[in-house]
């Protein structure tokens, strides 16, 4: 890890690693993290895949070695993480509540910025029972994505050998989809109800596989995205602005501090309810 006498970015949220399965890609993430300077890691859910691993062969070589130590390396520096549990790693949540060396177990929490924000930070699945039906068509659905990712790691190992940036398949299948985009839409008006409700200034999620970073109605949604398609993180810079990084460190979205809102917040998590 790079040595620096300060974090670049004040908080850093990532989800659904899926590490373990198939889909992950491990290196990239690897590469990104060996590189993070922050001063709080937020894993919002998703992280290990027990899931996939429960049910089918894990995938578990160097590079999957090489996620855990450079997580391990950012705790050791100095940063502190915070592991909000998802659905794939659902056994997680009976752990909640406990306060690790540099790092906290919690079922959800509340971020706040450095110009005073409030961000309830959740994995999503809590919400499926809006965004969700269970019936045959989503499962066929479920069966469906996982043949198109598979598609998109052989797209993808294709493009490296002639030397091209990765490029997601699924979410262009998906963006191309009135019925999947239908269902990205119910999932952020539930994540922007839930952070409403709880007379909060937004959201930090996951879940869904969609990197998002925009205000509606006065809150902000962000959506860190994934490391299985869109490769992506979320950034809180030094001054509140929300920034969407790509896995190469590149800018996708950018969401500025508020000019009215001036003086730097201490860095703090609190729980929601």
């Not at 659902?90 to 177990?105: D, E, T, Y």
């Not at 019925?179 to 937004?202: P, T």
């Amino acid at each position: 890890m790079k040595a620096s006498t300060a974090p670049r970015h004040r908080a850093v949220f990532i989800s659904d690693v899926h590490l373990g399965s198939a889909h992950c890609h491990a290196a990239e993430l690897a590469d990104f993290l060996e590189n993070l300077r922050t001063r709080r890691l937020y894993l919002v859910g998703d992280i290990i895949d027990l899931w996939w691993m429960a049910e089918r062969r894990a995938a578990w070589g160097p590079d999957q070695r090489r996620v855990i130590d450079a997580l391990q390396a950012l705790a050791r520096t100095g940063s502190e993480l915070v592991y909000v549990p998802g659905n794939h790693d659902r056994p997680v949540r009976n752990f909640c509540g406990l306060v690790l060396p540099n790092m906290r177990l919690r079922r959800r929490a509340i971020h706040v910025t450095a110009d005073g924000r409030r961000l309830l930070v959740t994995h999503g699945d809590d919400y499926d029972a809006v965004t969700q039906f269970g019936n045959l068509q989503e499962r066929f659905g479920d069966w469906l994505y996982e043949r198109i990712l598979a598609g998109n790691r052989l797209t993808n190992r294709v493009r490296r050998r002639l030397g091209l940036r990765y490029w997601s398949l699924a979410d262009f299948l998906k963006s191309r989809s009135g019925a999947a985009e239908r269902y990205i839409a119910r999932f952020v008006q539930a994540g922007l109800d839930d952070a409403g409700r709880r007379g909060l200034d937004g959201i930090v999620c996951g879940h869904i596989h969609r990197a998002g970073l925009f205000e509606s109605g006065g809150l902000v949604y962000a959506n860190d995205g994934d490391w299985v398609e869109s490769l992506t993180a979320l950034a809180e810079e030094p001054d509140g602005s929300l920034v969407l990084l790509r896995h190469d460190g590149g800018e996708l979205a950018r969401l500025p501090s508020p000019v009215d809102r001036v003086m730097p917040a201490p860095l703090q998590t609190g729980l929601a309810a």
